[in-house]
């Protein structure tokens, strides 16, 4: 466990385990799962509160990938413990409420995110991102999972608060690919001859990707005009949180730049007007100049 845990409570390691164990309801017989010591020790520690023995941050690490919430969490008491619960009992992939309201996006539309991170940071560190989230990582065992568009926007500000600058923040929706090489959908934005055919095919497949948005689009000469429209009365954990909002249309603006990108085709980035900003409408329009040559490049395998 982190030293600043230690240093914001004079509660003992021994202690809070016991309380915790009892929280969660642990079976005894899972205590060696938890405190990796022999039955029979572990037995003896449980019926002697006044053990003397100290397990340091270890067992809370280990009951965090037990119920997929963050180990400091657990530690200070601040978790949900329905969902720990739950989880616990074997529901490994269920989620916080906040992730339940208005379920109209897919975790594949995130996914590339988590490989990346697992690409350049490493297993341990996208875990413990979604573990600080109060998600399990084994949610990204099917793609096809509907969750809704606060788990995006927060997933957003945690990288940003684990030190993700703007410009690797803006990098992530460049990697779209990482989702969508090898799918059907994938394959048609691939034989796309120009940015006209890319973005025509993005017209016809909004829904792939999410419902939240109320999506315009025409074709005017040689532009390509979309208008989105999200209400924000649906989303309210998101309503309020300018922040949060504003960091999320920028990396769709950043996102719908890189789809001809799947064609081998250089990024086409819009033209993006903030056309309301309400309480609880926001409207967005993006404009793509389809004349612009299509210059190859070289697509990254990975």
Known sequence: MKKSIKKTTNQNESLRLRELIR?????????????????????????????????????????????GIDENKLFMGNYDQALARRRLLGDFKSLPDRYQENQNSYLRTSAHIIRYIVLTRGQAFADQVLYSMSVSPLIYDDVSV????????D?????????????????LASVIFLSLQGTALGETFSVSENHFDVYKTLAKNFDYFDTNFDYKSQFVGKKYILKTTL??????????????????MRYRRILSAWFPY????????????????????????YEFDLSIKPNPTKLLVV
């Open 23 to 67: 929280e969660l309801g642990l079976p005894l017989r899972r205590l060696q799962d938890v405190i990796a010591m022999k039955p029979e020790d572990c037995l003896t520690w449980w019926s002697d509160e006044s053990s003397s023995i100290k397990f340091g941050s270890e067992p809370f690490t280990r009951l965090m990938q037990m119920v």
């Open 231 to 248: 209400p924000l009365d649906e989303h309210s954990f998101l309503k309020g949180d300018k922040e949060k909002v504003i960091r999320l």
């Open 155 to 171: 997933l957003l500000e945690t990288l940003a608060q684990k030190g993700f600058t703007q410009e690797e923040l803006d990098t």
């Open 262 to 285: 799947l064609a081998g085709m250089t990024p086409l980035f819009p033209k993006a007007e903030l056309v309301r900003f309400s309480g609880n409408i926001v409207e967005m329009k």
């Open 146 to 153: 509907k969750i809704n568009l606060t788990y995006f926007a």
